[in-house]
């Protein structure tokens, strides 16, 4: 077998063990992590036998960074039209988690473009970092992921794999959930709008969404159903649309917070009062939402906990190196406020 041809999964595979633990090993970190010496001879010497180049990957130790920590990687898209980033949150998170959890390492992170994470499969390496961990993936970044190989741990934020450890919530029953509230208000006539730049978790609120209206009887049109732009005018136009043709829904469900902000103003713009006229809800609850007014109800989710477990895991992988894939399940929550008050 040729050289080029080896990964550290091959060799995992043929003595079935944990690429983690070929990993290490192969990386010098085996008595660090406490490997068995059996288990680390027998790696080398089956490394050595289909031709791994050994003396290569022994220089690409664990990558130490200014303070002598290990490296983490936070990847995060950079989206256009974005209202807030949710970098604070993350990083709050992650703050809470190496001061609580005795986690030691640095955190680097490394903005991508949304849809094309490839670009920086040089960093998802031991020649970089000590793990990774990635949030907000498209369709397509996840695709690529399921079908690459990389030699460090990695978690996921809210993405459901069978391949990578992840962090998330039940985004279709959060959909189900919201329809659920709709009806409880006695809801006839519903609308919700989702960014264009759809993700999995987005589309899962919307289905969840979907089927509950449908459950519920509660009528939600075409037209009602939105993908659009998270930009103030995009919204305008969709919700001036409504107005003129006197379709005006009962309840409002925004996909993101980004879209309930741009919501509010359209509304006050074309005369539509908030909540007398129609109730709103939006998904995220980052902080701003309180200074808006109405102060708007969303769903929470937890992004500063969810952060700090997905530190909490991936530190456990790389102490551990035994990468098995591992999913953490978070609740979320209704937060009520003024645009949406519950009965």
Same mark, same amino acid.
């Given at each position: 077998?040729?050289?080029?041809?080896?990964?550290?999964?091959?060799?995992?595979?043929?003595?079935?063990?944990?690429?983690?633990?070929?990993?290490?090993?192969?990386?010098?970190?085996?008595?660090?992590?406490?490997?068995?010496?059996?288990?680390?001879?027998?790696?080398?010497?089956?490394?050595?036998?289909?031709?791994?180049?050994?003396?290569?990957?022994?220089?690409?130790?664990?990558?130490?960074?200014?303070?002598?920590?290990?490296?983490?990687?936070?990847?995060?898209?950079?989206?256009?039209?974005?209202?807030?980033?949710?970098?604070?949150?993350?990083?709050?998170?992650?703050?809470?988690?190496?001061?609580?959890?005795?986690?030691?390492?640095?955190?680097?992170?490394?903005?991508?473009?949304?849809?094309?994470? =490839?670009?920086?499969?040089?960093?998802?390496?031991?020649?970089?970092?000590?793990?990774?961990?990635?949030?907000?993936?498209?369709?397509?970044?996840?695709?690529?992921?399921?079908?690459?190989? =990389?030699?460090?741990?990695?978690?996921?934020?809210?993405?459901?794999?069978?391949?990578?450890?992840?962090?998330?919530?039940?985004?279709?029953?959060?959909?189900?959930?919201?329809?659920?509230?709709?009806?409880?208000?006695?809801?006839?006539?519903?609308?919700?709008?989702?960014?264009?730049?759809?993700?999995?978790?987005?589309?899962?609120?919307?289905?969840?969404?979907?089927?509950?209206?449908?459950?519920?009887?509660?009528?939600?049109?075409?037209?009602?159903?939105? =993908?659009?732009?998270?930009?103030?005018?995009?919204?305008?136009?969709?919700?001036?649309?409504?107005?003129?043709?006197?379709?005006?829904?009962?309840?409002?469900?925004?996909?993101?917070?980004?879209?309930?902000?741009?919501?509010?103003?359209?509304?006050?713009?074309?005369?539509?009062?908030?909540?007398?006229?129609?109730?709103?809800?939006?998904?995220?609850?980052?902080?701003?939402?309180?200074?808006?007014?109405?102060?708007?109800?969303?769903?929470?989710?937890?992004?500063?906990?969810?952060?700090?477990?997905?530190?909490?895991?991936?530190?456990?992988?790389?102490?551990?190196?035994?990468?098995?894939?591992?999913?953490?399940?978070?609740?979320?929550?209704?937060?009520?406020?003024?645009? =949406?008050?519950?009965?």
């Amino acid at each position: 077998m040729s050289t080029k041809k080896v990964s550290m999964k091959q060799i995992a595979e043929k003595l079935n063990i944990s690429p983690g633990a070929v990993s290490l090993t192969l990386n010098g970190r085996g008595d660090e992590m406490r490997i068995a010496d059996e288990t680390q001879r027998l790696i080398l010497e089956t490394a050595k036998e289909m031709g791994y180049p050994l003396e290569k990957v022994r220089k690409n130790r664990q990558t130490i960074g200014v303070n002598d920590l290990p490296v983490v990687v936070v990847f995060m898209p950079a989206l256009k039209g974005d209202v807030i980033s949710p970098y604070d949150r993350v990083m709050n998170g992650l703050n809470e988690c190496i001061k609580d959890k005795d986690v030691n390492v640095e955190i680097i992170v490394c903005p991508f473009e949304y849809g094309s994470l =490839f670009k920086k499969y040089k960093y998802i390496s031991t020649s970089f970092c000590t793990g990774a961990i990635i949030f907000s993936l498209s369709e397509k970044d996840m695709e690529d992921l399921m079908n690459a190989d =990389f030699d460090i741990p990695i978690v996921l934020f809210n993405r459901i794999n069978n391949k990578y450890s992840t962090v998330y919530v039940d985004d279709y029953n959060v959909g189900y959930n919201v329809a659920k509230l709709f009806h409880s208000h006695w809801c006839k006539k519903a609308s919700i709008f989702t960014p264009d730049y759809r993700n999995k978790p987005m589309m899962l609120r919307k289905i969840g969404f979907e089927d509950g209206c449908r459950d519920y009887n509660i009528s939600l049109q075409k037209k009602h159903n939105v =993908f659009c732009k998270t930009e103030d005018k995009a919204i305008d136009e969709y919700v001036s649309a409504m107005c003129d043709e006197g379709d005006i829904p009962d309840m409002i469900f925004a996909n993101i917070d980004d879209i309930g902000l741009s919501l509010i103003k359209a509304l006050k713009n074309n005369n539509i009062n908030v909540p007398d006229d129609v109730k709103l809800i939006s998904y995220g609850d980052n902080a701003w939402i309180k200074a808006v007014t109405p102060a708007m109800s969303s769903i929470r989710l937890d992004v500063e906990k969810m952060s700090g477990e997905c530190l909490a895991l991936l530190w456990n992988l790389i102490k551990s190196g035994d990468w098995s894939p591992i999913a953490k399940i978070f609740q979320s929550e209704f937060v009520f406020r003024d645009s =949406f008050k519950e009965v």
